[in-house]
């Protein structure tokens, strides 16, 4: 199939350059003409694992483009992969979604009509306005053509948007008709028959299940998104505030979580306990889904109280440390880590920009290394009054106390031992639960994590004892 994917961020990228590999035919577009120049010299944007191998893969079958006026308009499929913010209202803006529709509108037509796929995030409902808009504008050109437009909404974890676009565990889309949705499994075919060469950068994991088609009426496979966001991130939030009662009566959350996880009801991932929970998509999503109940008088308190515990989850650090070391003035604290999850330098919206200013703001000194995101903080946060730090080891010279944000798997194996030696006082504040306890209070530290008191996260046996 020919495909024309609008964006070339994460979701368009990732998702375009699947689509090639599996044997279509993709042109990318994005406004952005510095980011396509790049591209089309080989260069990525962004760093996605697997990214560059798969795009290598697929070179004879993608192309980049800047330019409204090679739009194909004999194409199969449009696919709508635009940013979709928060606007000033509170409600999700969508002006570039809005303006993709404007383009395609004014140039489809005359032949066969490509089907429209809105995969951005948008409010339930933003789909059937979409459509009403591009038929208005096939009107105004004369054209009674009845046009598709789908929703596919996106499901993809940055950093493993290669992974999860080729071994999704489900397809969503909403549709209209029959005739959708068998288009729809053929251009996805590969994926849901999974019977495409892997990738030697991403290789099929051996537990793969055939991805079903969840196949809904629009509305519904919008609402799906948020939902999905809505949930994920209510479910970290409800083991972050289980972990504050748990440090208060003595219990270790780790336990808790593992406990509770093996429960299929409930199920084990996303109970890690940490600090707080980021990045572009949850807190954005979650906002723009109350807003949108708001407008619908259909009151999502739960989501409400997530996003509100995970501010409270956030403030935490500078709480604690204030308590430790009787205040935060005057002191030197060391953030190891600032991405708002390991395997990625975004900063959006991730915990670590509030826990800095909240340590500077309680009169602390900050110091900062992150192996990927420190360049990123220096320009988009340029009024942090951070100090950068070349290695994690430099970091520990002189601190007070040092918090790990975020779980990069080089701060597991660090030299803490000799580390706390450089250190003025030995406190360190594990917000991921990743380090191992004994060993650094064996060397000296004092140690305090998520929801975890000194009890024992215990043991446990298979079979027979
Ligand atoms: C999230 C969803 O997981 C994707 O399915 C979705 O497609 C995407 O948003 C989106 O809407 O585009 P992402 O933001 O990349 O993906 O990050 P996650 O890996 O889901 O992590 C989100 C945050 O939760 C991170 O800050 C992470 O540290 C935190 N987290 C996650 C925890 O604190 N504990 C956990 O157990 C899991």
Same mark, same amino acid.
């Given at each position: 199939m020919k495909v024309i994917m609008i964006g070339c961020g994460?979701?368009?990228?990732?998702?375009? !350059?699947?689509?090639?590999? &599996?044997?279509?035919?993709?042109?990318?577009?994005? !406004?952005?003409?510095?980011? &396509?120049?790049?591209?089309?010299?080989g260069e990525l944007p962004i760093y996605e694992r697997g990214l560059q191998e798969v795009l290598r893969a697929s070179a004879g079958r993608i192309s980049f483009t800047d330019d409204w006026d090679s739009f194909d308009s004999g194409a199969d499929a449009v696919i709508i992969a635009v940013g979709t913010p928060i606007g000033e209202g509170g409600g999700v803006d969508l002006t570039c979604v809005e303006a993709a529709v404007q383009e395609i509108g004014a140039r489809v037509g005359g032949g066969s009509m490509p089907v429209i796929l809105l995969k951005s995030t948008v409010p339930p409902g933003t789909g059937s306005e979409m459509k009403a808009l591009l038929q208005q504008k096939l009107a105004m050109r004369g054209m009674k053509s009845r046009i598709s437009v789908v929703s596919n909404p996106e499901f993809l974890r940055e950093g493993q948007t290669m992974f999860d676009s080729f071994y999704p565990d489900r397809i969503v889309v909403g549709i209209e008709s029959d005739e959708e949705e068998t288009f729809l499994a053929t251009l996805y075919r590969p994926v849901l028959l999974q019977d495409f060469t892997p990738p030697l950068a991403i290789p099929r994991p051996g537990h793969t299940r055939l991805p079903p088609l969840v196949a809904t009426d629009l509305t519904s496979a919008e609402l799906i998104k948020y939902a999905a966001n809505a949930f994920l991130a209510v479910k970290v939030s409800f083991i972050n505030e289980f972990a504050n009662l748990a440090e208060s009566v003595g219990a270790d959350i780790t336990a808790v979580a593992r406990g509770i996880g093996l429960d299929q009801r409930i199920g084990p991932q996303f109970l890690q306990a940490g600090i707080g929970w980021g990045g572009s998509c949850f807190g954005k999503d979650a906002r723009a889904i109350l807003h949108a109940g708001k407008r619908h008088q259909a009151e999502l308190s739960i989501v409400r109280a997530a996003l509100d515990a995970n501010q409270t989850q956030r403030g935490q650090v500078a709480k604690k440390l204030g308590a430790r070391l009787d205040t935060l003035a005057g002191r030197t604290i060391g953030l190891l880590g600032l991405a708002f999850k390991p395997g990625t330098d975004d900063l959006r919206d991730a915990p670590s920009l509030d826990i800095i200013r909240q340590l500077v703001g309680g009169g602390a000194r900050v110091k900062v290394y992150d192996p990927a995101a420190m360049e990123k903080l220096a320009c988009e946060h340029p009024m942090l009054s951070v100090e950068y730090c070349p290695t994690a080891e430099s970091l520990f010279e002189g601190c007070d106390a040092v918090v790990l944000v975020t779980e990069w798997e080089e701060f597991?194996?660090?030299?803490?031992a000799e580390l706390g030696e450089r250190m003025r006082a030995k406190l360190l504040f594990d917000g991921r639960n990743v380090l191992d306890q004994k060993m650094l209070t064996d060397a000296g530290f004092t140690v305090c994590g998520v929801g975890r008191s000194d009890a024992d996260g215990g043991r446990e046996w298979l079979g027979a004892v």
């Open positions: 994460y979701v368009g990228l990732s998702t375009g !350059s699947v689509l090639a590999y &599996i044997g279509h035919e993709v042109t990318l577009i994005d !406004s952005d003409a510095e980011k &396509i120049a790049k591209l089309r010299a597991l194996h660090l030299p803490y």
